[in-house]
Structure formats: C-alpha cells, structure tokens
C-alpha cells in the first residue's frame, strides 16, 4: 500500500476516534489535532496555545501534565479540573522523542465512565492484594526509606506484639529490631556478598517484641524501587522459637542415644573385665588368708598380707559395682512409693559425720502414684547421687531432695540440689561415663555416676544434671510409671 494512503486511512481514523487527540509543542503550540469536537476548526488552532484554544485561559492551567512530562520523559495521567457535568475525567500526556529531546506531547481525553472503571478494578486488586498480606501465614512488615512503617499486617501483630494502629502511627522499623539490626539488614541488602540486588533470603535475625522479649526470626527481605529510586522495603518473616526448640529437643535425643549405646557397650566391656578379674581376685584372697592363719610370720609380714588383702578386698568392690553397672544382676520390678525409697535412704545416711552440718529440705510431693522399679537398685542410685551431692558441698551446705508428677502426668521427676562448687561447663557431659572422676586417687572408682545412669535407664527413664560453677548442681530424674511388656515376667529381664 502507498506510504500516503497508509496515513490518509490513519488520519481517517483518528478523526473517526470520538476523543480528541491533541499534539501540543513544548512550548504549548498546538501541531495537530483530530476528533469529531475539532471538525473543521483544524486549520483555526494549530499554532495557537492549547490552553487558550481549549480552555480559553491565558496560561496552561494547574493540573496540566505536560510540565510532569517533559521533566520527567514518562506518561502521566491526571484528572481534569474542568466542569464535572462535562464528564471529562483526565488528561493522559505521552511524549514524542527526537533522539533523546522530547520533541513533541500528545493528549488524549478520557470520560469519566472509563476511568471509573479502571479506578474500581484498582480498587478490586488493591483490595484483594492487601487482604493476601493481611492474612499471610508469614509475618509481613514494609517501611519508608526513612523507617515509617506502612504494612504491619495480623501475623507481624502476633509475633510482635504491637497492635496494627499502634505500629503504623508510633513505631519505625527500627524499633522493630534491637541495637543496629536493622541498619545491618540494611547493609546487607545492599552488599555485594549478597549479590547486591536488594533481596535477602533466610537471614536469621531476631525482633524486639513490646515485651522485651527476643524472638528469633527467618527473613525473606527486599528493597521496593521505583525506576533506580529506593522508595521502602518489605520483609517477610517466621517466628522460630518453636522450630529451635524442636531442634533443640532432637538434638537432647541425639545425645541420649547416643550416650546410651555408648553405656551399652562399655557395660558389656565391664561385664567381661569384671568376670575375668573375679577367679583371680578370690584366689589371691583366699591364700592370702591361708598364709595368716596357718603360718607364724612377723609382724611385718603380717601387715603386708593384711595390704593385700584390703587391696584385693578394694579390688573385689569395683567388680561388684562393674557387675551392677553391667546389670547382670536379677531385677525384681514392683510398684514402690519413691517418697518412701528417699526417706529410707535418707534415714540410713543422715546420721553419718559427712551429714553433720548438711541442712536437708524434703519437698515430696503427697499421694504421688506408685512406681514400678527395683528397689534395691533405686536405693543403690539414691544413695550414690546423694552421697555424690554431700561430697561436693565439703561437709556443708543445703540438700534439697523434691519430688513431682511431669504436666502429662506419665513421668515422675525427682530433683536433686546441692549448694556446692558445681561442675565445670566442659566437664558436665563427661559424668555419667565410667571411671570417669574428678576425685584423687583412691577415694573412688569412678563407677558412681555411670551406675545411676544404668540404674535408671534400666528403670526405663531418664537422668540429666545442669549446673554452674559455684552455684552448686541438680540432678533431674524421669521414671515412667508405666512399664511395657518386653516378653518376660514382671521378676526379671
């Protein structure tokens, strides 16, 4: 088709288009128009200032977008200041560009009918996007580059604990964050170690609750532009105090298994220790007896069998306690009242010299349940966490012995305190293991601790210690009080 009948038919058009189409100047000057309003006024306006020609005033009125037009070099759409019965909504002005000049504008009416539709489906999407972030599962807060907080929405509320009018009236985002965290997501937002592209992802920091509280938080940050301007930022968060202590729990089991297939095996190691030293020990006892009674010996002599003999005898416990700690003794499991079992093994070790100045509170609690267990074998691991406790606390101190139901009323605890020097941080995971002892030479066999833990996990529960150095230890004991059918009768394994 020839170029001139291409823009005869264009030209066509546009006057065909019930709108007017104005290209105006940067100096005002009507260049061209078309619409059926303009007819044969064509040739009467162009080179005339639209404002006088349209308008009928003598400067370009207060709501013209062409000023915003050639400062900027974007569209712009603005409403009409002009009579409201003339239905004339707004103004859209486009620029035309020679090179990088803006060489010339057009302006194009719309009616309000138009325009009232698309400020409704505005509205409708606005609407439907605020009500996603409001309802979001995830925290949701936005701020002004100069911190104004704008989006506060319901989950941000809860893990906060501001209200919605009181966060987007008083707070800044940097109320949000404690110390300079918020000047550090910041930071890294713009970093380079982060790519530099103003998004964060999984940024773990923590948010200043209006309680004071810390509450640590995953966040998924961004920074809002508007061309290359920074105009806000939006983060979105999670709260994870639940998920740390579900870590946090996983990694106690961890550590519990651990340590238990770690008892297992050196209590099968201890178990044949134990059994091979038994034979030889009896003999050295039983002829070092023989000697005594049917030779006569000096003096000397004497006391060096009688060495023997204690040495041996010494010998003899620590396979005792080997053979307890290897649990290759008989059980006989019956509902017990703890209350009891602690009373008696109290009453049996309260009137000993090391007891003499240990002030004991008793805080048992009444009518507690029985527990199914070995008596002899609590008794054994109460008397040896006791012990443990008045040896700490060098002959004085406070002993505090307290029993309780746990919340979902299966477990029974018992706790107990000392008043002693405590146990050092990276010494406190080491305890419970076997010949472990921080005391001297001589003055035990290390088998204490690692028995209890035997004791009662043989018992089907658990044994834990906490403790700060110089603010004495407590030793926190589980016992179920029920016990699940293994396959053998209620007497043994």
Request: net charge negative; proline share 4%; hydrophobic share 40%.
């Amino acid at each position: 088709m020839d170029t001139d009948i291409a823009q005869k038919y264009l030209l066509r058009a546009l006057d065909a288009f019930n709108k007017r189409v104005i290209v105006v100047s940067p100096e005002f000057k009507v260049l061209a128009a078309s619409g059926q309003s303009i007819g044969s006024r064509q040739t009467e306006i162009v080179g005339k200032p639209c404002h006088e020609v349209f308008k009928d005033l003598p400067a370009p009125c207060e709501n013209c977008p062409m000023g915003e037009v050639m400062a900027t070099g974007r569209p712009s759409l603005r409403g009409s200041q002009g009579d409201p019965e003339e239905r004339m909504a707004c103004l859209y002005c486009y620029p035309i560009f020679s090179g990088k000049k803006v060489e010339a504008l057009v302006m194009m009416d719309f009616d309000l009918p138009i325009l009232e539709g698309l400020e409704e489906k505005l509205h409708r999407s606005s609407a439907f996007l605020r009500s996603l972030i409001l309802s979001s599962v995830d925290g949701v807060i936005a701020a002004e580059k100069t911190g104004k907080i704008l989006i506060f929405n319901d989950a941000a509320v809860e893990i906060c604990g501001y209200g919605v009018d009181e966060a987007l009236n008083r707070l800044e985002i940097r109320d949000i964050y404690p110390g300079d965290a918020a000047r550090e997501v910041m930071r890294k937002l713009r970093s380079e170690e982060y790519g530099g592209r103003g998004k964060l992802k999984g940024y773990r920091v923590d948010l200043l609750r209006k309680d004071g509280e810390l509450i640590p938080i995953s966040l998924n940050a961004a920074i809002v532009y508007e061309g290359d301007r920074e105009v806000a930022t939006i983060g979105f968060f999670n709260d994870l105090r639940e998920t740390l202590r579900m870590k946090e729990a996983l990694e106690k089991t961890q550590i519990q298994l651990l340590q238990s297939e770690k008892m297992a095996s050196l209590g099968k190691l201890a178990a044949g220790v134990a059994h091979q030293l038994n034979n030889p020990l009896g003999g050295i006892t039983l002829f070092a007896k023989l000697v005594l009674e049917e030779y006569e010996l000096e003096e000397g002599v004497q006391e060096d069998l009688q060495r023997i003999l204690k040495d041996a005898q010494r010998c003899r416990d620590t396979v005792k306690e080997l053979l307890e700690f290897a649990r290759q003794t008989r059980q006989e499991m019956r509902p017990h009242d703890i209350n009891q079992a602690i009373s008696r093994t109290l009453f049996l070790l309260e009137n000993q010299a090391i007891f003499q100045n240990i002030d004991i509170e008793k805080n048992l609690a009444p009518d507690l349940p029985l527990v199914p267990a070995d008596i002899q074998q609590l008794n054994h691991m109460f008397m040896n966490i006791i012990l443990n406790a008045v040896e700490a606390m060098e002959g004085k101190g406070k002993l505090t012995l307290k029993t309780t139901l746990s919340s979902n009323r299966e477990r029974l605890l018992i706790e107990i305190s000392d008043t002693g020097s405590g146990i050092p941080e990276d010494i406190l995971p080491q305890i419970f293991e076997p010949f472990f002892t921080t005391k001297e030479d001589g003055k035990g066999t290390g088998l204490g601790l690692s028995l209890v833990y035997s004791i009662v996990e043989n018992q089907g529960g658990s044994v834990t210690a906490r403790s700060q150095p110089g603010e004495g230890t407590t030793f926190l004991i589980e016992l179920p009080l029920t016990r699940e059918d293994n396959g053998g009768d209620e007497h043994g394994k």
